[in-house]
T-cell receptor
Framework: GAVVSQHPSRVICKSGTSVKIECRSL??????MFWYRQFPKQSLMLMAT?????????EQGVEKDKFLINHASLTLSTLTVTSAHPEDSSFYIC??????????????FGEGSRLTVL | GQNIDQPTEMTATEGAIVQINCTYQ??????LFWYQQHAGEAPTFLSY????GLEEKGRFSSFLSRSKGYSYLLLKELQMKDSASYLC?????????FGAGTTVTVRA
């Protein structure tokens, strides 16, 4: 099946710094990528939808200036957590679809990135 | 809005069958997914239902009733490795909304 790679898998940073997480589709062109956040023992919450070559669409309550998303190519989307604070500590997961939406019946997830802000 | 409910926890013995129910009330519906997630890992795809009825895939089956806003995931011949969280997710307008997940513990 299709592979989505996410990097780094784990990052620890100091409060106030910025962290970039990369999401790559390795064997298909991802026109749409989704970024999720998951706090411990909670479900995945969609943060934003990223379309190649256009601005990301953010879900209600997600600060677009804090969570910068760039989808510059069909194989790469990045999420930058700017001025990270301890409450941003979470598991961030990307997923990718090769078509307009997940109507293929499958959405491919990256391995996830665990961010810890000290 | 989206409201997706599933039980928090379930426990079963190895070799048994467990059924995880999911009810949903969403503003739109394009399909329902089930994912398995082990602790600290990303979810992996299990099944997708868009029409009413039962979809069987090996030891896992998923059922959907759109009129009732109801789905279930059936796990047969449980194995220890099936201990995980199972997430029900509804697709609407190309986005997935997830339930909180059901933690299944398989005991020997």
């Amino acid at each position: 099946g299709a592979v989505v790679s996410q990097h780094p898998s784990r990052v620890i940073c100091k409060s106030g710094t910025s962290v970039k997480i990369e999401c790559r589709s390795l064997d298909f062109q991802a026109t749409t990528m989704f970024w999720y956040r998951q706090f411990p023992k909670q479900s995945l919450m969609l943060m934003a939808t990223s379309n190649e070559g256009s601005k990301a669409t953010y879900e209600q309550g997600v600060e677009k200036d804090k969570f910068l998303i760039n989808h510059a190519s069909l194989t790469l989307s990045t999420l930058t957590v700017t001025s990270a604070h301890p409450e941003d500590s979470s598991f961030y997961i990307c997923s990718a679809s090769g078509l307009a939406g997940s109507n293929t019946g499958e959405l491919f997830f990256g391995e996830g990135s665990r961010l810890t802000v000290l | 809005g989206q409201n997706i409910d599933q039980p928090t926890e379930m426990t079963a013995t190895e070799g048994a069958i467990v059924q995880i129910n999911c009810t949903y009330q969403t503003s739109g519906f394009n399909g329902l997914f089930w994912y398995q997630q082990h602790a600290g890992e990303a979810p992996t795809f299990l099944s997708y239902n868009v029409l009413d009825g039962l979809e069987e895939k090996g030891r896992f089956s998923s059922f959907l009733s759109r009129s009732k806003g109801y789905s279930y995931l059936l796990l047969k011949e449980l194995q220890m490795k099936d201990s995980a969280s199972y997430l029900c997710a509804v697709e609407n307008d190309y986005k997935l909304s997830f339930g909180a997940g059901t933690t299944v513990t398989v005991r020997a």
